[in-house]
């Protein structure tokens, strides 16, 4: 069955560091994966999605994520984080072989900016 | 502009009531899903469906069921609400891309 674990329930990063929120995926092919992020009291908005092609995807926000196939990573990365940040984070996956298919979200990562 | 729509953003229903939480989406998908989100535990799907009358369960289904009886509106339904049903419920739509868009949440107080 497939499964999202997203390790870090909770990160602060200071205001303009760089940041990373891992994300690992379980399933047997290669899936569409995603990054939503949902502000307090706001409703989930897509980041960014990969299915195919290369590797590194860009998204909204200045956000971006690497597809790692050999280590089932999806991992979302900003180089410098503002504090209209601070929200939190999901990880999801998709089967590729069907569009008539659940999407599994991981449990999220809260994000916290420091001044 | 895309849209989810969501009946209610508040309910506060009484124990061993049966409640309706009713979705609406304008974009002609396939698929939609209904997901509860409590803190911790992210989002967890309750039920989906892919096409009219077609559904299948999600990871936590005991307690509801679902009705699709239009392409645009997916309903779900707690037969008999519990306090620990209370929770913020989900509901999402997407097509061949997988691309979920979401409404704005329902917040279910059971009491």
């Known amino acids: 069955a497939q499964s999202v674990t997203q390790p870090d329930i909770h990160i602060t990063v200071s205001e303009g560091a760089s940041l990373e929120l891992r994300c690992n995926y379980s399933y047997g092919a290669t899936p569409y994966l995603f990054w939503y992020v949902q502000s307090p009291g706001q409703g989930l908005q897509l980041l960014l999605k990969y299915f195919s092609g290369d590797t590194l995807v860009q998204g909204i926000k200045g956000f971006e994520a690497e597809f790692k196939r050999s280590q089932s990573s999806f991992n979302l990365r900003k180089p410098s984080v503002h504090w209209s940040d601070a929200a939190e984070y999901f990880c999801?996956?998709?089967?590729?072989?069907?569009?008539?298919?659940?999407?599994?979200f991981g449990s999220g990562t809260r994000l916290s900016i420091r001044p | 502009d895309v849209k989810v729509t969501q009946s209610s953003r508040y309910l506060v229903k009484r124990t061993g009531e049966k409640v309706f939480l009713e979705c609406v989406q304008d974009m002609d998908h396939e698929n939609m899903f209904w997901y509860r989100q409590d803190p911790g535990l992210g989002l967890r799907l309750i039920y989906f469906?892919?096409?009219?009358?077609?559904?299948e369960k999600g990871d936590i289904p005991e307690g509801y069921s679902v009705s699709r009886e239009k392409k645009e509106r997916f309903s779900l339904i707690l037969e008999s609400a519990s306090t620990n049903q209370t929770s913020m419920y989900l509901c999402a739509s997407s097509s061949g891309d997988r691309e979920a868009f979401f409404g704005q949440g329902t917040r279910l107080t059971v009491v």
């Open positions: 469906s892919y096409d009219v009358k077609m559904k």
């Open positions: 999801a996956v998709a089967p590729g072989y069907s569009s008539a298919s659940k999407i599994i």
